[in-house]
């Protein structure tokens, strides 16, 4: 027999490749699917929030000292333990509040008609173990009802991301402005090309004062350059100081809690506002969980920032998203570290704010649970430009979901802190933005902005539309700024010199914020009045229905008005 007849005969008798549904192929290019998921691993602490590796609650107290703990004896501490033993957690209040069984906690925490002071009482007592074993009892909407009580804050604020993909500083204003404009009392910045820092940040600035006055900002950086344009009130506040679960990570960045602390104060001694970051995932992210489940090494995170004395945490997984979001369970764990950082007193800006997934029904679902209830701040970093021009790798949401947001808002009635603004209005304070900024450089004797940029920075959607900088002349700018010692105050001279009083005036009220202390209140934001709101003069006042903050009066009618709402006696007429 031939080769040919040998291979024919083997080809006729294979069987035929199995036949696809034709509905499974259209599920398989569905956007979700290209999203990553994997199984849960405990022994590397790929596990949201349920591993058998995680310790059983326990305290034990002896002469005033926490003597063991979550199954732990002192001698046996690592140093996030006796941190955590001997600042966060208060010995006159644990032993009883340890007593209380997980479910009755989480009974007191869903209660409308237990105080958010009540909870409090017994959260400064307990363990990350039994902090742990109370969300564990709880489902998404049970934390959603208890989020919506701790919260420190009566009103809720958001935070948006202004980059960009070429560290344009005309860009980075106006951006600043349309955000301001549309609601955002923070903004925050970083870099790709860390030397352009000082520009950026003073384009943050001036932005964020040019249309509604009193949005607080902050330039992402290693924590030196940070801390020094915070010192020179060049930026108002921080957020970027990252704390860890175990001790090996957090020994990595060449860093232990103490240090943190000491960072912290020199913060809190110029009245820079600042919270720590942290998130589920992020010990698995950098390779030594210790085979603990993300949430519990989360909580040790939150007890640390309780410990230091700051007054508010970044978390909601942030960078590490896509680790959390990968394992079952994950976003109702990024919910559960949310509510326990407000559970323990914390200011909460609750994530929201990094990619995770290619479903837009996916991304939407990851954001409801601190939107419905609201938190302290939804995003900590909407995206207020678009995604491409995002350099914190981007956002959950970007300027091209602003519509979609305030629909839901509306559709719901449930207050997400943006507006919608009509286009003239945007036009407006993005042109201000850059002709005020264009001043403030020209005082200050650094790279020139042209009219050109202003015109293009005016109606551009993003930096591929705006014209080429002299990067050479802007780095050496940025260098000058920090050679010459140019601080807050010489913005506000430059805005004054240029034409500005109003923005120069409301600049210096947010310095006058930071020498008074305000913004170190916990949640603190300004009112475009340049009124300090916080927890102190605008507690949480939650205790169930027909009670606590709910849009109503002028602030329900701003959300009811949209791009197309057409009146109800001519339908050809739109009135948003």
């Known amino acids: 027999m031939s080769t040919t007849d040998t291979t024919s005969r083997a080809d006729h008798s294979a069987p035929p490749p199995p036949r696809r549904s034709r509905r499974t192929e259209v599920l398989e290019n569905r956007p979700v699917n290209l999203d990553g998921f994997v199984e849960e691993w405990p022994e590397v602490g790929m596990v ?54 997980p479910v009755e906690i989480a009974h007191l925490l869903v209660d409308p008609k237990v105080s958010r002071r009540e909870v409090l009482d017994i959260s400064r007592g307990l363990t990350p173990a039994a902090l742990l074993e109370v969300v564990k009892t709880m489902n998404v909407v049970e934390m959603m009802m208890a ?11 958001n935070q948006a991301h202004s980059t960009s993909a070429r560290d344009n500083p005309v860009q980075v204003a106006a951006d600043a402005a349309e955000g301001a404009l549309r609601g955002f009392r923070e903004l925050e910045t970083t870099l790709g090309v860390v030397r352009y820092a000082p520009l950026v940040a003073i384009a943050l600035q001036v932005g964020a004062q040019a249309a509604v006055p009193g949005a607080l900002t902050q330039c992402a950086l290693e924590e030196a350059t940070e801390l020094e344009l915070g010192m020179r009130g060049i930026t108002a506040y921080a957020e970027t100081i990252s704390v860890y679960g175990t001790e090996s990570v957090f020994c990595d960045g060449d860093d232990t809690p103490w240090s943190k602390t000491f960072l912290a104060s020199a913060y809190a001694s110029r009245g820079i506002k600042m919270r720590f970051t942290s998130g589920t995932g992020s010990e698995v992210q950098m390779g030594n969980a210790e085979g603990r489940s993300m949430l519990y090494l989360e909580i040790r995170c939150i007890l640390v920032t309780r410990g230091a004395g700051v007054q508010g945490l970044q978390n909601g997984s942030i960078s590490c998203i896509g680790v959390p979001g990968a394992v079952p369970a994950g976003i109702r764990a990024v919910l559960a570290e949310n509510l326990i950082a407000s559970t323990v007193g914390l200011e909460c800006a ?87 900024l264009q001043g403030v450089f020209a005082h200050l004797d650094l790279p020139p902005i042209t009219d050109r940029e202003i015109d293009a920075v005016t109606y551009a959607h993003g930096s591929k539309e705006l014209p080429l900088r002299d990067v050479l002349e802007d780095l050496k700018g940025a260098q000058s700024v920090m050679d010459r010692g140019i601080t807050g105050l010489d913005i506000v001279r430059g805005l004054d010199a240029a034409g500005f009083p109003d923005m120069a005036e409301s600049f210096l009220g947010v310095l006058r914020h930071r020498v008074s202390g305000d913004l170190l209140h916990t949640a603190a934001i300004l009112t475009p009045e340049l009124e ?3 927890a102190v003069n605008d507690a949480n006042d939650y205790a169930g ?23 109800a006696q001519n339908p050809e007429e739109e009135v948003g």
């Open 147 to 157: 989020l919506q009580k701790m919260r420190a804050r009566r009103t809720p604020a």
């Open 532 to 534: 300090t709101l916080s």
């Open 350 to 436: 609750s994530g929201n704010d990094q990619s995770f997934s290619h479903s837009d029904m996916r991304r939407t679902a990851r954001l409801l649970p601190q939107l419905l209830p609201g938190t302290d701040f939804i995003c900590s970093g909407y995206s207020a430009v678009p995604n491409y021009d995002n350099m914190f790798a981007g956002s959950n949401l970007d300027s091209e979901d602003y519509d979609d947001w305030n629909v839901i808002q509306r559709d719901l009635q449930v207050d997400g802190a943006l507006r919608h603004v009509g286009e003239a209005e945007i036009l407006a304070a993005r042109n201000r933005a850059a002709r005020a």
């Open 48 to 101: 949201a929030m349920d591993s058998p590796y995680d310790p059983a609650p326990s305290v034990r107290v002896e002469g005033g000292v926490i003597v063991e703990m979550d199954g732990r004896e002192r001698a046996d501490f690592d140093f996030l333990d006796q941190f955590i033993a001997d600042h966060a957690i208060d010995v006159t209040a644990t032993e009883k509040a340890m007593a209380l069984d």
């Open 545 to 567: 229905p027909g009670t606590g903050y709910r849009p109503t009066g002028a602030r329900w009618e701003e959300m009811k008005r949209l791009r197309h709402v057409v009146s």
